[in-house]
Antibody, heavy 121, light 110 residues
Framework: QLQLQESGPGLVKPSETLSLTCSVSGDSISSSSNYWGWIRQPPGKGLEWIGSIYYSGTTYYNPSLKSRVTMSVDTSKKQFSLKLNSLTAADTAVYYCGRHPPGSGFRFDCWGQGTLVTVSS | QSALTQPASVSGSPGQSITIPCTGTSSDVGSYTYVSWYQQYPGKAPKLMIY???NRPSGVSNRFSGSKSGNTASLTISGLQAEDEADYYCSSYTSSTSLVFGGGTKLTVL
């Protein structure tokens, strides 16, 4: 079955750029049945959708984060990635990658385990 | 976009039923059937429990049900069990082609 695994640095400095990768196994990253997305959760707080990407490169971003977010897909590596720039302490969160079907209204039916990212000098 | 509104906490005794409301606007909950509910245990990833307002994914107990009226969606858990104690989040598709979550509700089983 589909499995997702996030990877990236646990600590990033303010003003720098966060780079995270999600590795996909158990299904094709190029499948027409999958959109891939990122969601984050600050410690003790709620969930926030960051954005979603299709294997073709089509992207949808949270309007409040759009100016700082870039997502990409590497089909050869079976990975998709998130870059978030101009980091502040408010970006400290557990970052999850997930999968949702096209045309599902961003219904995430599979999630990675999450990775904690701390923004601190 | 503003987060959907959920009560911070709800509680109930085993065997009882509880309902968690999720209030949005005419730009999200009120205009689309793309409302989902997620269950999250501490330190774990969320799990999809309800999608498209009232549909259950395979494997989710039929004690969980969803509904919507106007700008408010609701999650009902019947026959409350200790294992249901968790955080619950609603989400909705929006007119901005984006996704918005609720602030989350902590369910305590007394």
């Amino acid at each position: 079955q589909l499995q997702l695994q996030e990877s990236g640095p646990g600590l990033v400095k303010p003003s720098e750029t966060l780079s995270l990768t999600c590795s996909v196994s158990g299904d094709s990253i190029s499948s027409s049945s999958n959109y891939w997305g990122w969601i984050r959760q600050p410690p003790g707080k709620g969930l926030e959708w960051i954005g979603s990407i299709y294997y073709s490169g089509t992207t949808y971003y949270n309007p409040s984060l759009k100016s700082r977010v870039t997502m990409s897909v590497d089909t050869s590596k079976k990975q998709f990635s998130l870059k978030l720039n101009s980091l502040t302490a408010a970006d400290t969160a557990v970052y999850y990658c997930g999968r949702h079907p096209p045309g599902s209204g961003f219904r995430f039916d599979c999630w990675g385990q999450g990775t904690l990212v701390t923004v601190s000098s | 976009q503003s987060a959907l509104t959920q009560p911070a906490s709800v509680s109930g005794s085993p065997g009882q039923s509880i309902t968690i409301p999720c209030t949005g606007t005419s730009s999200d909950v009120g205009s689309y059937t793309y409302v989902s509910w997620y269950q999250q245990y501490p330190g774990k990833a969320p799990k999809l429990m309800i999608y498209d307002v009232s549909n259950r994914p395979s494997g989710v107990s039929n004690r969980f049900s969803g509904s919507k009226s106007g700008n408010t969606a609701s999650l009902t858990i019947s026959g409350l069990q200790a294992e249901d104690e968790a955080d619950y989040y609603c989400s909705s598709y929006t007119s901005s082609t984006s996704l918005v979550f609720g602030g989350g509700t902590k369910l305590t089983v007394l």
